[in-house]
T-cell receptor
Framework: EAQVTQNPRYLITVTGKKLTVTCSQN?????MSWYRQDPGLGLRQIYY???????DKGDVPEGYKVSRKEKRNFPLILESPSPNQTSLYFC??????????FGDGTRLSIL | SQQGEEDPQALSIQEGENATMNCSYK?????LQWYRQNSGRGLVHLIL?????REKHSGRLRVTLDTSKKSSSLLITASRAADTASYFC?????????????FGTGTKLQVIP
């Protein structure tokens, strides 16, 4: 089944403790992206990747890192999480100008 | 600021009525997409319309695109309670060989049985 898988789905952690949210897709998509969703603000793009080893900042990259060492994986790294990064995070992937496939989301709470 | 802005922010209608949501954007686009999101879940793609297209249909969904006004609309005909969800438009632009996708803030639709 074609899918985008995020882990974990839920995480409660504390300020400053490094965390990684994994994202994996099995559709051989070149483009992958991370978004955060906050009430009243819709989805805002954090980082995206056009292909392996090619990443670029979205609209709200501060406090986040990504890597794209292989095509199927695009982890989101919070080196020193802060409470303002409490949010619902989505990973997505696509090819060309086709629509994106989204994961089910990761709800992060940073205390 | 958001590339896509949906209007209205919230809409409540009776089952069987039509629902219309609008999206405005600011810059030239490659395509515009509409997505649906059930509460707390991931987004599901509904329709993609390219910049050289004016209208597309998919079942009870009809999307129009007016590039001169930089706006799009999503019409859901004969609405059902199961259509209750949030709907987002997303614009895709090409800049320096990079594809950028920007989402609007969404319209929350409630269909009352």
């Amino acid at each position: 089944e074609a899918q985008v898988t995020q882990n974990p789905r839920y995480l409660i952690t504390v300020t400053g403790k490094k965390l990684t949210v994994t994202c994996s897709q099995n559709m051989n998509h070149e483009y992958m992206s991370w978004y955060r969703q906050d009430p009243g603000l819709g989805l805002r793009q954090i980082y995206y990747s056009m292909n392996v080893e090619v990443t670029d900042k979205g609209d709200v990259p501060e406090g986040y890192k990504v890597s794209r060492k292989e095509k199927r994986n695009f982890p989101l790294i919070l080196e020193s999480p802060s409470p303002n990064q409490t949010s619902l995070y989505f990973c997505a992937s696509k090819n060309g100008d086709q629509p994106q496939h989204f994961g089910d989301g990761t709800r992060l709470s940073i205390l | 600021s958001q590339q896509g802005e949906e209007d209205p922010q919230a809409l409540s209608i009776q089952e069987g009525e039509n629902a219309t949501m609008n999206c405005s954007y600011k810059t030239s686009i490659n395509n515009l997409q509409w997505y649906r999101q059930n509460s707390g879940r991931g987004l599901v793609h509904l329709i993609l319309i390219r910049s050289n297209e004016r209208e597309k249909h998919s079942g009870r969904l009809r999307v129009t695109l007016d590039t001169s006004k930089k706006s799009s609309s999503l019409l859901i005909t004969a609405s059902r309670a199961a259509d209750t969800a949030s709907y987002f438009c997303a614009t895709e632009t090409l800049s320096g060989g990079y594809q950028k996708v920007t989402f609007g803030t969404g319209t929350k639709l409630q269909v009352i049985p």
